[in-house]
């Protein structure tokens, strides 16, 4: 009878395993969702954007999901220009699974029309083949991805999962004292801790778990930018700006304290 049990469960893991690794094919944006590029600051998003840091564990992810699926595919599709940023040598010098690199042109559409018909190429390319695939859509809210990828996923009609970087602070609940926006369909991540609770994301190693927690203990898994992003929503919701200049900074100063707290407290 144990015997019985063990092969139902050892069967039913593989039935599982099979129905999402057989074919996964991930469709990642790459500022913001995969490297720290800052794209909602102003003068300062120049700096990440050529510092070209990733995400500290993020290449760890995506390669734990290639080592256990060596025939997923991977591409990565971003509204970058492609005078400014060489996509390809970047994926390779970090150590993300190959894959073409999708950037702009000078003459390109507005990025939702560029992203959306160059997605829906791919896309076809798998529905012609008429393969059982199951996609993964790797994005951020710092403009149009949420959208994009659930337009293209009821268009297509495709058996695939939105997850969602909050680098706008607006699609996690992070405080009561913020409001929320929910998109259905779309999940949303603070950082890759959170991806852990994902069942699309079981594969995660427990390596790169506990890369995952030592970043968030030395502060190096959340960028700062993101942090200020939430101080600049609470200034805003709390009309930091006065007549009184003197309540004006420390209306400030306090909405910075509270955004490092509300962060912190995330994950507590």
């Known amino acids: 009878m144990l015997l019985i049990k063990i092969f139902t469960i050892y069967f039913s893991f593989s039935i599982f395993s099979l129905g999402i690794f057989a074919k996964t094919v991930v469709i990642s944006d790459i500022d913001d969702t ?23 564990v993020m290449k760890n992810i995506l390669v734990d999901l290639k080592n256990l699926s060596p025939d997923s595919d991977y591409f990565y599709v971003s509204a970058a220009p492609r005078l400014l940023f060489k996509g390809n040598a970047w994926i390779k ?18 990025i939702y029309t560029y992203k959306y018909i160059t997605i829906s190429t791919i896309i076809k390319n798998y529905i012609d083949e008429n393969e059982n695939i199951s996609f993964i859509f790797l994005g951020d809210n710092s403009e149009h991805d949420p959208i994009i990828y659930k337009n293209i996923i009821e268009k297509y009609n495709l058996n695939a999962s939105i997850f969602i970087r909050d680098v706008a602070t607006t699609g ?15 999940n949303f991540f603070f950082s890759e801790l959170d991806l852990l609770s994902f069942d699309q994301f079981s594969f995660i190693t427990e390596e790169t778990t506990n890369q995952i ?21 609470l200034i805003k919701k709390r009309k930091c700006v006065a007549n009184n ?19 912190h407290g995330h994950y507590q």
């Not at 968030?216 to 993101?226: A, H, N, V």
């Open 93 to 110: 010098e970090h150590g993300f699974p190959k894959g073409p690199v999708y950037l702009r042109k000078i003459n390109s559409p507005d």
């Open 34 to 56: 995969i490297k720290m590029s800052h794209s909602m600051g102003t003068v300062s998003n120049a700096y990440y954007f050529f510092k070209a840091r990733p995400f500290p």
């Open 245 to 263: 200049l003197f309540r004006a900074i420390r209306c400030r100063k306090k909405s910075k304290e509270d955004a490092a707290k509300i962060i």
């Open 172 to 186: 996690t609940s992070l405080s009561s004292e913020l409001n929320q926006i929910k998109i259905p369909g779309v």
């Open 213 to 233: 927690k030592r970043a968030l203990q030395e502060k190096k898994l959340i960028p700062r930018y993101i942090r200020e992003t939430l101080t600049k929503r």
